[in-house]
């Protein structure tokens, strides 16, 4: 698998964890050590945010037969749900 990093760094802050654990979601065990590598950012303020905005797009442009759109609406259902 060949990775495309030349934008990594340049969006927001707290984008970047979120948008690779994000295209992870397809593969559990990817997302699960991606989650554990960069759980700071991911938990932060403003790694909340940006997994929901991530989710969204998933969830607004993908399909039934997208990997990751099923993944991304349990997580997304997950980070909303009032605790």
Known sequence: ?????EDWGLAPEGLDA?????DSLAVPSLAARVW????????????????LFT???VIAYGS??????????HA????????
């Not at 960069?38 to 303020?45: G, Y």
């Open 1 to 5: 698998m060949i990775f495309d990093w």
């Open 18 to 22: 979120p948008t690779l654990w994000g």
């Open 36 to 51: 554990a590598e960069r759980r700071e950012d991911l938990e932060s303020d403003d790694g909340r945010v940006m997994r």
């Open 55 to 57: 989710l969204a797009k």
């Open 64 to 73: 039934d037969d997208d990997p990751l759109y099923g993944p991304a609406r």
């Open 76 to 83: 997304a259902a997950s980070a909303l749900a009032v605790r």
